[in-house]
């Protein structure tokens, strides 16, 4: 999560990170909103425990609710998240190496942890998503973002030189 949201010297702008458990339940991470966050375990898990007590409260298919500015969750299907969705990319050990892509400006990348459920595979091929392999040795999703970071980071350097 850190890696997506944090760089050393602050929060990373017009990052959106999604995170989707198979509750359905999505707890959304906006940079451009998002106050406050802090890189330890303990602040990181009061957000999951306040989203799983909210949950249980409200938790209305749908509808999203907000923690603190720039974070919120819904209850959303997979399915829902990403239609009508371009520009979509996510991980895959079969994929094109992230080396030879250059992202549009705005794009979804997808990590499936710890495996893609094969109706989902499907619905990403339909929507012409491009698989991409980051890496071939790290498989966590930490470490996948940590990488696609500083691809995206070192993508940005090579296009204001």
Same mark, same amino acid.
């Given at each position: 999560m850190y890696s997506a949201l944090l760089v050393s010297h602050g929060i990373r702008s017009n990052v959106k990170l999604l995170l989707h458990f198979n509750d359905p339940l999505c707890v959304t991470f906006n940079s451009d909103r998002l106050r406050?966050?802090?890189?330890?375990?303990?602040?990181?898990?009061?957000? !999951?425990?306040?989203?799983?007590?909210?949950? =249980?409260?409200?938790?209305?298919?749908?509808?999203? &609710? !907000?923690?603190? +500015?720039?974070?919120? #969750?819904?209850?959303?299907? !997979?399915?829902?998240?990403?239609?009508? $969705? $371009?520009?979509?990319?996510?991980?895959?050990?079969?994929?094109?190496w992230i080396g030879k892509v250059h992202f549009p400006k705005n794009f979804k990348f997808i990590i499936f942890y710890p495996s893609i459920d094969p109706n989902i595979?499907? =619905?990403?091929?339909?929507?012409? &998503?491009? +698989?991409?392999?980051?890496?071939?040795? #790290?498989?966590?999703?930490? &470490?996948?973002?940590?990488?696609?970071s500083n691809y995206l980071d070192k993508q940005e350097v090579k296009c204001n030189d």
């Open positions: 406050n966050l802090r890189p330890d375990m303990q602040s990181t898990i009061g957000f !999951f425990r306040k989203v799983l007590s909210m949950n =249980l409260k409200y938790g209305r298919f749908g509808m999203e &609710a !907000f923690l603190t +500015p720039g974070v919120s #969750y819904s209850r959303v299907d !997979f399915s829902g998240l990403i239609k009508g $969705s $371009s520009n979509l990319f996510f991980n895959d050990d079969k994929g094109m595979l499907q =619905l990403l091929i339909k929507l012409n &998503a491009k +698989p991409i392999k980051v890496a071939s040795k #790290y498989k966590l999703p930490g &470490a996948l973002l940590t990488i696609l």
